[in-house]
């Protein structure tokens, strides 16, 4: 905290940031007591896109609610998928061929790897720098048009379903995937001394916005905005789900708690991504890739299940109460951003309010999903 | 003294690699589209808004009108209407209406259906001066369709 902030000054004035802001990347108001520069309090105020998931997931069968699935976190949307239709297959005992287990890992890795690059631009965008954006873009138009030949869309795939999905990959897909790893290998070191090795980037976000991992653990935050703060845990790794024990990956942990270490967290995660997706392509199965005894209408045995996926943003937790019936009693969505932006207002205390927006911005927000 | 001159140089020095990517990038080719003018084309699997198939033989719909997809759209956007025709077993379709400014492309509909009988458009750049503009009657888009 600097000098500044710690002066007892008796004129504060509030200032909104939001709902409509280039920086809060949506719509997120957050109300900001000021002194001067300095901030002393900062609240989030939530609740303008609130799209009520979870009551609509209650009013319709379990398939129907495949779609909003994607809607809630747009970049990593397969992710998301793949947190409902797990703990559906588990809720309802139903076998997933393996194609179809290495087929989701494959395109949520892609992403991920997207999601991390659209982050990448959309930061530098907010400390300033319009270029790197454009570059980012270019990369992850590549993903997109890779899934969407495979999904058949570009941004809200809804491509799993209960016991696979919903598509083999087509002949193309691998040799583009294989392809575009080639070429994020050549442009990263490009983007490190583009952006990482800026001497401005640098100095705005080394030694600012500490995270402290105590803030971590008392918010629940996940993700790459925990492991910024030196808190080693990624649910790919420690709560392992679908084929991913198979796969020889290292979870990128900075202990500093900066804005700089978050920054690296989500650069380095790329290049892992990448490494899974490489494994699971040359240990690509053949077989089906919809289980053959996949009833057509669900109705998952009476309990409570419980399943949590590794998004781009951190852990997204799923829990659904059955009743026996083909809509589900109760459908209880964690995300991620939700306690990741928690810890804003106590982390930004006596920055200064640029500063506060580069830590915003390192927490790669996304807001439809902290509204859900 | 020598660590602050040698920050400001490697600083400054690493704005000039910046400089230097950025220049070596404009001399390459353009990697946009014109997108009017030049239009790319969609995949085939691309998710539009849902059309009828027609059937080889009788050039008409294959619908059988079973209110599958119906059922299964989760945001009750179809809506089917199919008439008892003299002499015939099976009901015809008379009317298939897809209110789209409800639709959310996800596709499950063309899952379900047991006939084959919907697939989805191509159609991405629509535009319409009214609500009702976008609720499509399939079954008189298909008869006026060529092919």
Redesign the interface.
Same mark, same amino acid.
């Given at each position: 905290m600097s000098a500044f902030a710690q002066t007892q000054l008796k004129e504060t004035f509030v200032i909104n940031l939001g709902p409509q802001h280039p920086a809060t990347h949506g719509v997120l108001r957050v109300k900001l007591v000021m002194d001067g520069e300095y901030i002393v309090e900062a609240e989030p105020v939530l609740g303008y896109i609130h799209r009520m998931h979870e009551k609509m997931g209650e009013n319709?069968t379990w398939?129907?609610?495949?779609?909003?699935t994607g809607?809630m976190d747009y970049l990593h949307a397969l992710a998301y998928n793949h947190g409902y239709v797990t703990v559906v297959e588990r809720a309802a005992g139903i076998e997933v061929p393996e194609r179809a287990e290495y087929i989701r890992v494959i395109t949520a890795e892609l992403n991920r790897i997207s999601s991390h690059l659209l982050w990448f631009g959309a930061f530098v965008l907010d400390l300033g720098g319009f270029?790197p954006l454009l570059?980012a873009f270019?990369d992850r138009?590549q993903i997109l048009?890779l899934l969407?030949?495979?999904?058949?869309?570009r941004l809200?795939y809804?491509y799993f379903r209960f016991g696979g999905v919903?598509?083999d990959i087509?002949e193309n897909f691998v040799p583009g995937a294989l392809a575009f790893i080639k070429r994020l290998r050549e442009r990263l070191p490009?983007y490190h001394?583009? &952006?990482t090795?800026? &001497?401005?980037l640098r100095t705005r976000l080394e030694d600012i916005g500490f995270i402290t991992p105590e803030m971590c653990r008392k918010y629940g935050a996940t993700g790459p905005v925990a492991r910024g703060s030196g808190i080693n845990f990624d649910v790919r790794k420690h709560e392992p789900y679908s084929v991913y024990p198979e796969f020889n990956f290292d979870i990128p942990v900075y202990p500093k708690g900066d804005s700089m270490a978050r920054y690296m967290v989500r650069m380095d995660e790329i290049e892992q991504s990448m490494r899974i997706v490489e494994q699971a392509i040359a240990k690509l199965p053949d077989g089906p890739v919809m289980a053959p005894k996949a009833p057509k209408i669900l109705k998952p045995a009476k309990g409570d299940y419980y399943h949590a996926v590794e998004t781009a943003r951190g852990s997204f937790g799923i829990r659904v109460v059955s009743d026996g019936t083909n809509t589900p009693y109760r459908l209880k969505l964690r995300s991620p951003t939700f306690s990741n932006l928690s810890l804003f207002g106590e982390a930004c205390q006596g920055m200064l309010l640029p500063d506060a927006l580069a830590l915003m911005g390192s927490l790669d927000l996304v807001i439809p999903e902290i509204d859900r | 003294m020598i660590g602050y001159l040698k920050e400001i140089f490697? *600083?400054?020095w690493?704005?000039f690699? *910046?400089l230097g990517?950025?220049i070596k990038?404009f001399f390459k080719p353009v990697?946009t589209v014109q997108y009017p003018r030049e239009v790319l084309p969609m995949?085939?699997?691309?998710?539009g808004h849902i059309e009828l198939t027609r059937d080889p033989e009788t050039g008409g719909d294959k619908c059988i009108v079973c209110g599958m997809c119906q059922k299964?759209?989760?945001s009750n956007c179809i809506t089917v209407v199919g008439d008892k025709v003299e002499g015939a077993k099976k009901k015809a379709l008379s009317r298939y209406i897809l209110d789209f400014t409800k639709c959310?492309?996800? *596709?499950?509909c063309v899952?379900s259906c047991p006939a084959d009988a919907i697939t989805?458009s191509k159609d991405y750049n629509l535009a319409g001066p009214s609500r009702e503009a976008y609720i499509f009657d399939l079954k008189k888009r298909l008869e006026e369709r060529k092919g």
């Open positions: 319709r398939a129907q609610f495949m779609p909003n809607r270029t570059y270019d138009e048009d969407e030949s495979v999904t058949g869309s809200t809804s919903y598509n087509d490009m001394a583009l &952006v090795k800026n &001497v401005i | 490697s *600083g400054t690493s704005l690699v *910046g990517i950025t990038y990697v995949t085939p699997r691309f998710r299964a759209c989760p959310s492309l996800c *596709g499950l899952e989805f």
